[in-house]
């Protein structure tokens, strides 16, 4: 039977603890190094295999480094696991940050790569059940991304390579629809409060159907088939009316209109690409949105 290779991880917290307690069915967990000896215990008994460390002196070779520290942690550690001499030609040392890329891993023989989990690893043991069909941007060199590449398919992940030039900008797509739909989800929320619902918890939104209902419908279709409401029907007045009160409601919060604002521009782009109101219509919309002054 061939050798599982051993993984190692320095910062396994929400998301390497996940990702150890996955992969531990594909490799053999070795060492588990977090800032606290109590951390590095707290999270062997989460992934039910490996040692717990407490110092970068205890640290044994391993054939794969998992360096999941959050992300300004990450070079200083790759640079203090180099100082340890224990790295071989030929060893796999990645991270998984969305924003850095796998150049901050450099001046070695090593394998390296970035993989980003497209997961919000709020919850370990969640992320565990929730993992299967994760897509995976990775890039680095070609045997490195071999290799995550089949580590990750074997544990239910769709890995895919990102132009490392581009990734930034492909974190910031991954932050403005998940981070910021959140926000988005609290501020439609809160402008229901301000209209005189009591404030609901968000599994008991009113606003909850018709989300998942234009969800569904993006998913299903497209964005310019999905998109309806006043701005898909060049109804200027009634766009009017709702930068107004967001304007003057008494418990309003600055920031609504400005929100409104930058997405009903983006919105007005999304319609007269799918051509779905009148260029005049959309034009008046757009000159109002692009205004900041109270109506
Ligand atoms: N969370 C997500 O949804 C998510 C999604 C995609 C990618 N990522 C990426 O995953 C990485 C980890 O994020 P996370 O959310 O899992 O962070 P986290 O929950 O804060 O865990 C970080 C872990 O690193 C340990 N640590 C911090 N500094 C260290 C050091 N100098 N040496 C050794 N261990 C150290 C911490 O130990 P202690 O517990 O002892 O403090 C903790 O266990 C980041 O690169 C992040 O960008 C996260």
Known sequence: MPISPVLSCIGAGRLGSTLCKLLA???????????TALSSQQAVEFIGTGDPVDNLKQ????DIWLIATPDEAIATSFKSLQATAILRPGDLVFHC?????????TGSLMSCASLHPLHSFAEPQRSVDS????????EGDSAALAKLSALFSAIGARPFEIN?????????AAVMSCNYLVTLLDIGDNILQAAGLEQPEPTDSPLRPLIEQTLQN?????????????IARGDHDTVAAHLNALQTSSVGQPVWPDVFRSLGLASVALARRGKLAGSAPLERIEKLL??????
Do not use: E
């Not at 640290?59 to 391993?62: R, S, T, Y």
């Not at 490392?164 to 910031?172: F, I, N, S």
């Open 164 to 172: 490392r030039d581009q990734k930034v900008l492909y974190h910031a």
């Open 59 to 62: 640290l044994k070779a391993a």
């Open 25 to 35: 069915q594909q490799v053999t967990i070795g060492q588990i190094l977090n800032s």
């Open 290 to 295: 692009q205004t900041d002054k109270t109506l």
């Open 97 to 105: 940050s969305g924003v850095l890329d796998s150049t901050i891993l």
């Open 131 to 138: 993992f299967h069909g994760t897509p995976c941007a990775m």
């Open 218 to 230: 993006y998913y299903a279709s497209s964005a310019q088939r999905a998109l309806t409401g006043p």
